[in-house]
T-cell receptor, first 116, second 111 residues
């Protein structure tokens, strides 16, 4: 079974530029997550989709971050304009549709962003 | 609100030493509990989980027991290897597709 795919793996941009990250979840997984992981910290949920609807985007800085999952499959996270503090790893993850006990989340390898 | 607290790292051990990483939680209801591991340069991956009180999750020589009375889910391994060097995250799931992660504990194992 293919895992969660993310691209690009690494990106260096200047502040005020824009960047987009792409994610393809595991086939059949209805829930898709974008997490931000700053060096030395745990993952922080930015946005969570159930199919193509947003379940939780309470911690997404909406003035500069946007995300979409148009057909309920792959997703794009965009940052525009980027700030120095956006330097982090952006982790995409997915989980199956069922919310039964033990909601295991499957992570991609992450997209490493450095803003200079 | 729901939360997870892990012991601060880094934890540095010699090969074959005994490992304990403490994790306690606060949650309403009956959460499922997880340990995820993140190896250098990689994303997180599930290490083990327990879905109800007194369950023991185990994988790759690691184990953790869901203790409802102490609201804990401590990670243990009897004999660590250099390849176990990674960051370990405790997490809880209380339903509604919402998983809360701890801050992570970095483990260094010396040969």
């Amino acid at each position: 079974e293919a895992g969660v795919a993310q691209s690009p793996r690494y990106k260096i941009i200047e502040k005020r530029q824009s960047v987009a990250f792409w994610c393809n979840p595991i086939s059949g997984h209805a829930t898709l997550y974008w997490y931000q992981q700053i060096l030395g910290q745990g993952p922080k949920l930015l946005i969570q989709f159930q199919n193509n609807g947003v379940v939780d985007d309470s911690q997404l800085p909406k003035d500069r971050f946007s995300a979409e999952r148009l057909k309920g499959v792959d997703s794009t996270l965009k940052i525009q304009p980027a700030k120095l503090e956006d330097s982090a790893v952006y982790l995409c993850a997915s989980s199956p549709a069922s919310s039964s006990a033990g909601n295991t989340i499957y992570f991609g390898e992450g997209s490493w962003l450095t803003v200079v | 609100g729901d939360s997870v607290t892990q012991m601060e790292g880094p934890v540095t051990l010699s090969e074959e030493a005994f490992l304990t990483i403490n994790c306690t939680y606060t949650a309403t209801g009956y959460p499922s509990l997880f340990w995820y591991v993140q190896y250098p340069g990689e994303g997180l991956q599930l290490l083990l989980k327990a879905t109800k009180a007194d369950d023991k999750g185990s994988n790759k020589g690691f184990e953790a027991t869901y203790r409802k009375e102490t609201t804990s889910f401590h990670l243990e391994k009897g004999s660590v290897q250099v390849s176990d060097s990674a960051v370990y995250f405790c997490a809880l799931y209380t339903g509604g597709f919402k998983t809360i992660f701890g801050a992570g504990t970095r483990l260094f194992v010396k040969a």
